[in-house]
Structures are given as structure tokens and as C-alpha cells.
């Protein structure tokens, strides 16, 4: 009888990890300088992050080894790490934002493993919806090289490398560099410029959004690929945004609707 117990345990352990999702989602961003240096940043789902520090899940502060090439992001105490741990609960939205980098040699070599965007073991959104079909790099030289015109981004599903040439355009360079998860129910990205009007454009005081289906969300980004504002939970159809206290300079903004369709677009700030 016990071991039936045991054996009916088992089972329900087994089948509960195969429908609710393993306790741990790994997915790495590995870079590769010129001179054959690497080093690599971290996103993980796992079902014991919180919203602060979780030094047990790797995102306690790592110090920069000035000697060679490091990667590094930001944690919530604005220590340098090479993960970033998020909760089950996030999913589908998430993201590695400014990944910045010190004592490289050009080109870079980016590579990541595709299988991981449609993995099992990733959390669940609905019993269909348990994958990532949206992922992409973010900065001006990936905006600019995009291998997926209609996303206008660089598609991260489409290959499992890129190549980062030496690349400068005013003050900016290759990094900082961002990395966006999405699962988007409409499995695209659209540019919005022809769908939700903003104006004016560019501009320097007020921003308008005005949208025939109600907004969700909306992260302003600058050249630095940080997040320079956002507003959650708005749902409105439109919006008046005070940029005055904004630097001049050309922004991104992302709009997510409230059918969780993502629109991006251009803005410059005078």
C-alpha cells in the first residue's frame, strides 16, 4: 500500500511539472569579442524570485573584472550582476534592459539557443499560449540591419547568432544593448504610425496618443535603451504625456494595447 502511495505521489508530481511548468526557465545571451574573450547574462524564470535582489538565483552584485571583457546588467539595487530572475507571474512580458560591456574588441558574436522561446518547461500564460514569438535585440544598429522587416527589429526566432560590427552614430555604439521577450497573441510587432496617431511629432511640452482600441501600457525609451518613463494600466483610447522634463533626443516608444498587440514608434523630443 505504501509503495502504491509512493508511486501515486510520484505521478502527480511528474504530471503537475509537465502541465504547470518546471521551477526554473534558463536563457542565456552569450557574447564572444574579437580577440575570443566571452562572457554571458542570464534571464531566469523560477517560481522563488521576488521582486528585489534574489542572491540565491544569481542576481546579487558581481564586480567587473577591469582586466578583460565583461557583460553586465543592473539589478534592483543598481549593483552590476549578469542575471536577472523574474517570478512565473511576469510571464509573458520581460526583458534584459541595458546590457552594457567594457574592454572589447570588435566584431562581437551574439548567441543564444532559439529551442529555449517555445521550452516546456516556460511558465503558462493560457493551456495554447505556453511560448515566446516575439524576441529581439534592441539598438540603433539592430533597429537599423533589422532581418524582419514587417517586426522593424532584429527577430532573435529567425537565427541563433548575429554578428555586432564596430558601430558608432553620435555618442552611441553598439552598447548599451537591450534584449526583449514578449508572447504576443497576434504573434507580431507592428509599427503603429499609420494605426494610433501621435502628435505632435516631434515635439517638446505634450505628447498625444490617441488609439481606436484602448492602451495598456506605454515605456518611453531613449537612445540608451533605459526606459526613460512609462504608464501601466492606463486603458484609454487617448493619452496626454508631459515630456517637458524628457532631454531632447530620439526616443522609442512602446505601445501595448489592451489585446496585448505591441505597437512601436519613432518620437523625436526637441
Known amino acids: 500500500m505504501k509503495k502504491i502511495y509512493v508511486l501515486i505521489t510520484f505521478l502527480i508530481n511528474l504530471f503537475s511539472g ?23 547574462v542570464w534571464l531566469i524564470y523560477d517560481s522563488s524570485a521576488t521582486s528585489g535582489v534574489d542572491t540565491s538565483l544569481g542576481e546579487g552584485h558581481t564586480p567587473l573584472d ?8 543592473f539589478n534592483q539595487a543598481s549593483d552590476t550582476t549578469k542575471t536577472k530572475a523574474i517570478s512565473f507571474s511576469a510571464f509573458p512580458n520581460h526583458e534584459l534592459i541595458s546590457i552594457d560591456a567594457i574592454n572589447f574588441t570588435y566584431p562581437l558574436i551574439i548567441r543564444w539557443d532559439t529551442s529555449l522561446f517555445r521550452s516546456p518547461i516556460l511558465p503558462i500564460d493560457t493551456p495554447s499560449n505556453r511560448f515566446i514569438n516575439v524576441a529581439e535585440i534592441v539598438n540603433d544598429y539592430f533597429w537599423s540591419i533589422n532581418n524582419d522587416p514587417p517586426l522593424q ?9 548575429v554578428l555586432a560590427p564596430q558601430f558608432n552614430f553620435g555618442s552611441r555604439s553598439q552598447f548599451p544593448m537591450s534584449v526583449l521577450f514578449w508572447n504576443n497573441a497576434l504573434n507580431t510587432i507592428e509599427e503603429a504610425d499609420t494605426f494610433i496617431r501621435v ?3 516631434p515635439g517638446s ?22 526606459i526613460a518613463s512609462s504608464y501601466k494600466k492606463v486603458y484609454r483610447n487617448s493619452i496626454e504625456i508631459n ?14 494595447l489592451a489585446s496585448n498587440m505591441i505597437k512601436r514608434l519613432k518620437y523625436i523630443k526637441y
Request: hydrophobic share 35%; charged share 10%.
Open 18 to 40: 509537465m502541465t504547470y511548468g518546471q521551477s526554473q526557465w534558463r536563457f542565456h545571451v552569450a557574447f564572444e569579442d574579437g580577440t575570443g574573450q566571452r562572457d554571458t
Open 199 to 201: 502628435f505632435p511629432n
Open 205 to 226: 511640452y505634450i505628447l498625444i496618443l490617441d488609439s481606436p482600441t484602448p492602451i495598456q501600457n506605454i515605456y518611453i525609451i531613449n537612445s540608451s535603451n533605459s
Open 66 to 73: 577591469h582586466s578583460r571583457f565583461n557583460v553586465w546588467l
Open 243 to 256: 515630456v517637458n522634463e524628457l532631454p531632447s533626443g530620439l526616443y522609442t516608444i512602446y505601445i501595448q
Open 153 to 161: 527589429a532584429y527577430n532573435m526566432l529567425m537565427t541563433d547568432s
